[in-house]
């Protein structure tokens, strides 16, 4: 054999040796979410998914608090020590897409199927058309009733069409001394008039939050605490007692919460619990969602094998495993099942609600003031709640102190 050909073929047996090892690189991806110890196992279970297809990438979870999250997450980012793989709840997406890698790149290149997810979903988790995470969970917000008080009182069920004159007489049908119809909570005064026909932004999707049709449906839920007395008055401080501690309690017969808490719900109660949709107005039924998912940060040094990743992290074994254990509803579509057989078992109506509600979901509006806007309603709409004020001045009030 000649030199030449000899050295060629070294060269190319080098060549593929090289590129063996490179793709063989192991890699340590650090996963960021919030959570505590007690999640460890779970997620390390779908960790450990990876690892089973990609021998050479081990992804490390790293958990930290809610509100710790939040706090430390854009530190995090502009410091450089922000993880490969980023949680991400939908209502925080228009504040942080911007620390996130552009998902639509990657899913041109491997023709990744997105029609598995819950449209609602996908969208909350992109921003002006850009995807930038993969749900694990969705949800609208729905509500939950005790049927043992329903059937005490004489009550039918609520059907999936009830609007609100019918929520509002049920309210008052079941509230007896200290004992409440309903317990409203900060984000009903967001959730309840969407499904109501109103909206809290103008064409824009800037705040507009004194037009008529959105003062009028904030008026109807907050006269329920201030006019009808079926609702004791929310409280945000540090210990107070919540619509979910009121309904667990047997003090309220209704409250308003996403199906994240369903399992919870139900462990923590000694009755029969039922799901119903929010009640609409003289318009369609139409419902907001939101829910969680993961995305690749922006700064990660291997954005490759973050990507591998996060379709198993969101595939259906993991979206399996996670409704397995009650933890969410998957954002996959299939999978919901898994969920239903399990957090959701013996509570009624929950699939029949839950596929009427995605039927009629409408955009969940948010932009980058979102979150100030929330926690404004939590601050200040006790006050109208109370009779010190009216709704529309409590929310004249509010936009007062927002960006527009």
Do not use: C
């Amino acid at each position: 054999m000649k030199l030449s050909n000899v050295l060629a073929t070294a060269l190319l047996a080098s060549s593929a040796f090289i590129a063996t090892a490179h793709a063989q690189e192991q890699v340590n991806l650090t996963w960021q979410m919030w959570g505590d110890e007690n999640d460890t196992e779970l997620f390390t279970s779908l960790a450990d998914l990876v690892t089973a297809e990609y021998p050479n990438i081990k992804v490390t979870p790293q958990f930290s608090g809610w509100t710790d999250y939040w706090t430390r997450l854009p530190v995090l980012a502009s410091s450089g020590q922000i993880a490969d793989i980023v949680a991400m709840q939908s209502m925080r997406m228009p504040s942080f897409h911007s620390i996130l890698e552009p998902l639509n790149p990657h899913f041109e290149a491997d023709g990744f199927d997105t029609s598995v997810f819950e449209p609602s979903i996908m969208a909350g988790l992109s921003h002006e058309g850009t995807q930038y995470a993969l749900p694990y969970d969705v949800g609208p917000w729905l509500v939950y009733y005790n049927r043992d008080k329903f059937a005490a009182a004489g009550l039918e069920e609520p059907a999936l069409d009830w609007t609100f004159d019918d929520f509002k007489a049920a309210a008052a049908a079941l509230t007896e001394g200290q004992t409440y119809g309903y317990a409203v909570q900060a984000f009903d005064f967001i959730a309840g008039p969407v499904a109501l026909g109103a909206e809290y932004f103008n064409d824009a999707d800037q705040f507009e939050l004194t037009n008529p049709g959105y003062v009028d449906a904030v008026t109807k839920y907050a006269e329920l605490v201030s006019v009808d007395k079926v609702s004791p008055v929310f409280a945000s401080g540090a210990g107070a007692v919540t619509g979910s501690g009121h309904f667990a309690a047997g003090t309220a017969a209704m409250y308003i919460d996403g199906p994240w808490v369903l399992l919870q719900t139900k462990d923590s109660v000694d009755f029969e619990i039922g799901v119903a949709p929010l009640p609409h107005g003289e318009g369609d039924s139409r419902f907001i969602t939101a829910g969680s998912g993961w995305g690749i940060s922006a700064a990660s040094q291997h954005k490759e094998e973050a990507y591998k990743a996060l379709q198993i992290l969101t595939g259906p074994k993991a979206a399996e495993i996670l409704a397995s254990a009650g933890r969410a509803l998957p954002g996959r579509v299939a999978e919901q099942t898994y969920w239903y057989d399990v957090a959701a078992k013996d509570v009624a109506g929950t699939r029949e609600v839950l596929a009427f509600m995605f039927e009629h979901t409408t955009p969940f509006r948010i932009n980058e003031y979102w979150n100030e806007f929330e926690n404004l309603i939590t601050q200040y709409m006790p006050v109208a709640l109370n009779g010190d004020s009216t709704p529309e001045a409590v929310l004249a009030d509010i936009q007062s102190q927002l960006p527009f």
